[in-house]
């Protein structure tokens, strides 16, 4: 009996955890051993940031090296990341031989506009962001055998909008591959034209197409790329009117925005609804070329475009008589 009661006085005695052995994300006295995934953030920590990329569609993790040399294009699902006016001048063109045209050319306040922000103060901004002038860059260049005059937008810089200087540099560009009897690139990727700059931006777009209409007269190619994404003033201007029209898969092409045409005409939008892919389906574009096959479509493409041109004479070694 004494025995029975001195071990009801007996206090138990806990085995002591230290709190550092218990593993990180495993809740104490669950005993399931669950993990609390909203508190196991150790593990992010240890990731060195610009290492990686998340793609936008499969949600794969990208090592940014990978991507940089697929063009940043998603090895597992083909998404296209952005990429800027200058790398993809660099995959498109022969080396060393891009010659830049109006690259002082700038844009100026004329307007005057004024909000929460200036528009001397943003173009100051996005010049140093991007190291651009403008929305585009334009010159003349090599691609595998043929001269072409090419112009390249920029998302970067205001949202590749069309102001003054992008469609001056843009028809300075088509009147010289006029000139010179060659043909013209344009790679577009925009918002529209540029609101900031109010009725000078939209008298671009018959300049752009003006130029495009003697080019066309001279029987001289025009190829017209489309990028996500490709909008407003400028696809309802120069980006629309290429003899040949081509875009890169997924890119988002159209005049208004979904939501603005959906709450217009109070219908329901079809699936794809502005996509690359729509528009192909539907007779709007003639083909979709993914990034990193662009230089040799282009390249095939100009080859049965100028098919018909005269080709250079040949000089050959005139044979001496043996007497």
Known sequence: MSD????????????????????AG??????????KFKESTSRKKNIPKGLWT??????????????????????????????????????????????????????????????VESYSSKLEKYKGKTGEADAVITGLCKMGQHKVALGIMDFSFLGGSMGSVVGEKLTRLIEIGTKNKIPVIIISTSGGARMYEGMFSLMQMAKTCGALAYHSEAKLPYISVLTHPTTAGVMASYASVGDLIIAE???????????VIKDTTQAELPPGFQTAEFLMDRGMIDAIVPRNKMRDSLINYLDYMSADEPQPKVKRAVKKKVS
């Open 249 to 259: 898969p997924g890119a988002m092409i159209g005049f208004a925005g979904p939501r």
């Open 54 to 115: 998340k793609c936008g569609k499969c949600a794969d993790l990208l090592f940014d090296k990978d991507l940089d040399e697929n063009l940043k294009t998603c090895p597992s699902c083909g998404f296209h990341f952005p990429i800027s006016a200058r790398l993809r001048l660099d995959s498109l063109v022969n080396e060393k031989t891009f010659k830049e045209l109006d690259v002082g050319m700038t844009s100026v306040d004329v307007l005057e506009f004024t909000g």
């Open 26 to 35: 495993v809740e104490p006295g669950s005993g399931s051993s669950k993990l």
């Open 4 to 23: 029975l009661n001195d071990f009801s006085k007996t206090t138990p005695k806990l085995e002591t955890v230290d709190a550092e052995s218990i593993p």
